[in-house]
């Protein structure tokens, strides 16, 4: 295996007396696809906004390349070469789609370089050149979704943190976005999945870390992750009423 | 240059040379409706810099009318040159540098704040400053500046000024429509759309915030030193005045915030309006400006522009689905 792209050592974070995530650490090695999976409140989207810097860690630190990017501010860590798509669309939507997504490609890592190139790309990625001159706003939930995956793949990213890209595609669309996501870790990039379809998680991964109440309860391959019985457990225990 | 691109600038230089020749025949009364209405425009295109493409509102706006009237002022009663080209020159620079500097003195702190407290800072550094030009005897703004008779004697004044303020028009479009099209510009929308969301993809905000506050303020500035010299005398009161800043916001609302001709077609139709059309009634400005905006606020709250698309695509038989701007 090749080395981490990211590291993440005691990562923490505290919403008063909540730990949404706690004591987390793990690292994610260059050119896979590792998923990060758990229950509903488990942690998985507070940790996303923790690497982005949208919100400050109350303690661990995060490493990028090698580099501490804890503390520095968002749009600073995007230029590094970290891309987001949020799992609750953020749509600019008085803009057309195309702009939209040439935004992430002007403000990527590498910024205003072969911007219309890199803007046609994600549109075809995600599907969708068809859409490209309609204003975001017109949009449906499904299109939005893929529209967040557009405008972070435009950025060129070297890590692409998803956060449930396949919530609400149809099963085609789902196997379309897989297959774009698969096609750029094969071009060099790096994926963070959160993601609840599980099928698709274990197709897709090299690997899977699990969340549970903020605490990490495993880590490894996909066919380990699904037998390991405190995996099992949070999930049940999760769905029972 | 896209073919589109190509068509808008000689679109627009097409209209610059129909207004310049129209200089040349209009009456002085009608060259003076002319320089208000580019005065009018210039600054709520200058406005438009941060508050139409950020929607950052700034409601002090006429603290750069005021400094840069008062720069061109000072510096041309210290610097007596000859020729108007050196005096408009050295006005205009003078304006245009001094509101440059107190845009970067106040951008930083200011800028950190977001949306209404931006708005709110705004209109207090404006107050301050229109103190310190009345308190400090060195700016005289309580008895007041004479500024030099800069028009050519072979040029009428109100001919003069006509197309001065129509030059400096078409330098504040030309500048707001390259921001627009630059990255700056998709920087600015992405603010105005989602702060966060745009700082998430990479977009400094602060950065871009500033640079459009040190381009609208200069533009703004470079507007006072004409309104200044065209007036020929100044006190803080005719400079430094709310009024101003509010014109600016409203001919942007009046004509739509969903593009450049927004602010150039509200600043038309409202300097017709209350100043030609109720120029009998200028007591009544405020009055007759604030129901304007009601009215715009509940009729048309995507201004004359806005109003006359979704006439457009009914008149075509598409759906009338509103702006693509629901801000
Ligand atoms: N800004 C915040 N303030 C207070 N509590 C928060 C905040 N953000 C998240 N939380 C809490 O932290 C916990 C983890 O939330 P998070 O959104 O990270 O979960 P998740 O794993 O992404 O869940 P889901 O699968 O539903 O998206 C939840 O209990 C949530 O209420
Ligand atoms: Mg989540």
Redesign the pocket.
């Known amino acids: 295996m090749s080395a981490p792209i990211l590291v993440a050592e005691g990562i923490t974070r505290r919403?008063g007396q909540?730990a949404?995530v706690a004591d987390v650490s793990f690292a994610v090695a260059e050119r896979t696809v590792t998923s990060l999976i758990?229950p509903?409140?488990?942690?998985?989207?507070?940790i996303f906004n923790l690497l982005t810097g949208y919100?400050p860690l109350t303690g661990g630190r995060i490493a990028f390349r090698g580099t501490r990017i804890d503390g520095l501010a968002t749009h600073r860590i995007a230029r590094l070469g970290v891309a987001r798509a949020f799992?609750i669309a953020r749509p600019f939507r008085g803009l057309s789609v195309r702009d939209n997504v040439k935004v992430g490609a002007l403000y990527g890592r590498d910024g205003p370089r072969d911007v219309a190139a890199a803007t046609e790309r994600g549109l075809r990625l995600a599907g969708l050149e068809a859409v490209a001159e309609r204003p975001a706003a017109e949009l449906t939930i499904g299109q939005l979704r893929r529209m967040e995956v557009a405008r972070a793949i435009a950025a060129r990213p070297d890590l692409l943190l998803a956060d449930e890209p396949l919530a609400g595609l149809n099963p085609t669309e789902s196997d379309e976005v897989l297959a774009s996501l698969r096609g750029l870790v094969g071009e060099g990039m790096t994926v963070l999945l959160?993601e609840?379809d599980m099928p698709a998680v274990m197709k897709v991964s090299d690997r899977v870390l699990v969340?549970d109440a903020g605490r990490l309860i495993a880590d490894g391959r996909p066919e380990d992750v699904t037998r390991d019985p405190r995996v099992i457990e949070a999930y049940l225990g999760a769905e029972a009423p | 240059m896209s073919a589109r691109a190509l068509m808008s600038v000689a679109l627009g230089a097409a209209a610059v040379g129909g207004l310049a020749w129209l200089g040349t025949v209009l009456s002085p009364f009608h060259l003076r409706v002319g320089l208000s209405i580019f005065l009018s425009a210039g600054m709520a295109i200058g406005w438009y810099i941060l508050g139409g493409f950020a929607r950052y509102y700034s409601f002090g706006h006429t603290v750069f009318v005021g400094v840069g009237a008062f720069a061109a002022a000072l510096t041309l009663q210290t610097w007596r040159f000859d020729g108007w080209v050196l005096q408009v020159a050295t006005g205009v620079g003078a304006a245009m540098a001094a509101s440059a500097v107190l845009a970067a003195v106040i951008a930083l702190p200011i800028l950190r704040l977001r949306g209404h407290y931006f708005t709110i800072a705004m209109l207090a550094v404006a107050l301050v400053c229109a103190e310190a030009a009345s308190a400090f005897p060195v700016f005289r703004g309580s008895i007041g500046l004479t500024l030099p008779d800069v028009a050519p004697p072979s040029v009428r004044p109100e001919r003069f000024f006509y197309w001065m303020s129509l030059g400096a028009v078409t330098l504040a479009v030309a500048v707001a429509a390259l921001i627009a099209r630059a990255r700056l510009g998709y920087g600015l929308f992405a603010i105005r759309e989602d702060e966060d969301a745009a700082q998430m993809l990479g977009v400094p905000t602060t950065r871009c915030k500033v640079l459009a506050f040190l381009a609208s303020g200069t533009i703004t500035g470079l507007m006072g030193a004409l309104y200044a010299l065209n007036l020929g005398y100044i006190t803080t009161d005719s400079v430094f005045r709310g009024a101003l800043s509010l014109d600016m916001i409203v001919n942007s609302l009046v004509g739509g915030m969903g593009s450049l001709f927004g602010p150039l077609v509200g600043a038309v139709v409202m300097t017709l309006l209350t100043k030609v059309m109720l120029g009998d009634f200028l007591e009544y400005h405020l009055a007759i400006t604030g129901l304007i905006v009601v009215a715009i606020v509940f009729l048309a709250p995507d201004g004359l522009l806005g109003l006359a698309e979704k006439a457009w695509r009914r008149v075509r038989g598409g759906n009338a689905g509103g702006g693509a701007d629901p801000r």
């Open positions: 919403f909540l949404a758990g509903n409140g488990a942690g998985k989207s507070t919100v799992q959160v609840h969340l």
